[in-house]
């Protein structure tokens, strides 16, 4: 056990002579740093935040090794009045259509 701990640490070791670094994600997303795979609406989060970490990303020195995969914040969703105010007037403009359609028809059968 001892000897894998001596490793992990002179690894850490080489990896900090190479200049090679994870870097942080919980700031705004950043499209040259970020890969983002997902977004979803948070009450937590403002909008172009990541929200979640799915891969760690490195930089070598000042390049981009990898980028960091990530889930960022699209902000609050809508809230539930307007959803409701939404699906109302869908519903008002299918019944208007369907009340035309016969009269389009009838128009059809005229010809």
Not at 23 to 33: G, K, R, S
Not at 34 to 53: K, P
Not at 72 to 94: F, L, M, N
Request: aromatic content about 12%; charged content about 25%.
């Amino acid at each position: 056990m001892l000897h894998l701990v001596v490793l992990c640490y002179e690894c850490f070791l080489l990896f900090n002579l190479l200049y090679l670094k994870p870097f942080c994600f919980l700031f705004y997303f950043w499209v040259q740093l970020h890969e983002a795979i997902a977004r979803e609406e948070s009450e937590e989060f403002d909008e172009g935040i990541v929200s979640q970490e799915f891969r760690r990303g490195f930089l070598l020195g000042e390049r981009l090794l990898r980028p960091a995969m990530v889930k960022v914040s699209s902000g609050p969703g809508k809230s539930k009045s307007t959803e409701t105010t939404e699906a109302s007037t869908e519903q008002s403009a299918e019944s208007v259509s369907s009340e035309e359609q016969p009269a389009a028809a009838a128009a059809v059968d005229e010809r």
